[in-house]
């Protein structure tokens, strides 16, 4: 029960007329939220007043600890009536559109996975197939999306994809999905990295992961990235400055690309064998614990109970 500051229930206000037949229809053919006969008849027996305030700030919905509850307390008026003004606002705020770009992009991410034949797309280049930004993209134009909706999608994330995706998407994902603090956390998308010099750096999706793909992270991946980054190595003019840094920044990445296939090495003389049906704390600590992951998905005490 919503309550204003003098303890008043806010369902009790009045709402307009309006307002409640719109909300009546709602609820009459939501099939997610089946409505009680209480709650039925305490919308009916809701008081009808036309004259309502007229809320003009539903953009600070949301902000600032400024919740849907507080909200109706602050402007002293029925949830009923506030939804109805919000539904015909055609204003989403801020927050709301951040979180709505984010959960598009990872149903995006998702099927761009599925689609793939081993659920492992690349994020840095010279791998032997596109990158995941790109195919992000033409996803998004498969969908009907148009540049200029692409280009908003993106702005919302606060980043350019490429930078999102290798800084920030697996642990909004991780977190977001954090339903219970005291359970392990749920991504269903796991980022796998190299270290700081991005050596390389892979997307997977845990419906596709299994020893085999381990082994084809070292056999194909692994392989086509040191291929591409000695024979980068080799092409560059050491003579200038410019040269220099790139060849020495190169030499970093090879040194770090030669630890992770260390470590998936380790990993496979582990007998590591995932199981989709073990879960994801199970399947993924090994891999944190190998240092393999962008963002660690399992406290101290979940790692060592696992």
């Not at 953009?59 to 015909?88: A, D, R």
């Not at 339903?179 to 997307?203: D, R, V």
């Not at 995932?274 to 979940?302: C, H, M, R, T």
Request: hydrophobic letters at 35%; charged letters at 25%.
């Amino acid at each position: 029960m919503v309550l204003d500051k003098e303890g008043l229930p806010v369902g009790d206000y009045s709402v307009s007329s309006q307002a409640k037949e719109a909300y009546k229809e709602w609820l009459s053919t939501n099939t997610e939220f089946t409505a009680s006969p209480e709650v039925w008849e305490h919308i009916d027996s809701l008081e009808i007043n036309e004259d309502q305030p007229h809320i003009d700030d539903f953009e600070s919905l949301y902000q600032n600890n400024n919740g849907w509850e507080e909200f109706c307390i602050k402007h002293k008026m029925n949830p009923i009536e506030v939804w109805y003004q919000f539904k015909n606002a055609g204003i989403l705020p801020p927050q709301c559109t951040q979180v709505l770009a984010f959960e598009l992009i990872t149903d995006v991410i998702r099927s761009v996975l599925a689609k793939d034949d081993d659920g492992v797309i690349p994020l840095t280049e010279r791998m032997g197939e596109e990158q995941l930004a790109g195919r992000i993209e033409q996803e998004l134009v498969e969908r009907g999306y148009n540049s200029a909706q692409i280009s908003q999608i993106i702005q919302l994330l606060g980043t350019p994809l490429d930078k999102y995706l290798q800084d920030k998407f697996f642990k909004q994902l991780s977190d977001h999905l954090n339903l219970f603090m005291y359970l392990p956390k749920t991504p269903f998308i796991w980022h796998l990295t190299s270290g700081p010099h991005h050596a390389i750096e892979l997307y997977i999706s845990i419906y596709k992961w299994s020893r085999d793909t381990v082994f084809r992270i070292k056999s194909v991946y692994i392989a086509n990235r040191e291929t591409a980054l000695n024979d980068r190595l080799s092409g560059i003019d050491i003579s200038t400055a410019n040269g220099q840094l790139e060849a020495a920044e190169l030499k970093e990445q090879l040194k770090e690309l030669k630890v992770f296939a260390e470590k998936i090495d380790e990993l496979l003389a582990s007998g590591y064998d995932p199981k989709l049906d073990d879960g994801v704390g199970k399947n993924i600590a090994p891999l944190q614990k190998a240092g393999l992951l962008s963002y660690e998905v399992l406290n101290a005490g979940q790692l060592k109970n696992t």
